[in-house]
Nanobody
Framework: QVQVVESGGGLVQAGGSLRLSCVAS????????MHWYRQAPGKQRELVAR???????SFADSVKGRFTISRDNARNTVYLQMSSLKPEDTGVYYC?????????WGQGTQVTVST
């Protein structure tokens, strides 16, 4: 079992930045990748970014060039640095730990980008 806890959400003006954090605990040795998803009101949850245990990263087209994902293995933490935020980035951001069998979800953190 893996537990993940997100933090760092909040209200920011368009063009601003936020950094989300995701701390993993439990059977972290089993984690093969960490993902950030988001869900806007009335929309399906979508994958925003991911980082593998080998350090490979990938991003949704909508956030490329604006978001970066990184990790601190010593702190068992993954970060999502979000810059040049747009109102359409508003939503609940979820972190998920992936052991290639199950996704372990956090409770989510709200990000609101105002115009």
């Amino acid at each position: 079992q893996v537990q993940v806890v997100e933090s760092g959400g909040g209200l920011v003006q368009a063009g601003g930045s936020l950094r989300l954090s995701c701390v993993a605990s439990g059977s972290i040795f089993s984690i093969k990748a960490m993902h950030w998803y988001r869900q806007a009101p009335g929309k399906q949850r979508e994958l925003v970014a991911r980082i593998t245990s080998g350090g490979s990263t990938s991003f949704a087209d909508s956030v490329k060039g604006r978001f970066t994902i990184s990790r601190d293995n010593a702190r068992n933490t993954v970060y999502l640095q979000m810059s040049s935020l747009k109102p359409e980035d508003t939503g609940v951001y979820y972190c998920a730990a992936d052991d290639h069998r199950v996704l372990y979800w956090g409770q989510g953190t709200q990000v609101t980008v105002s115009t």
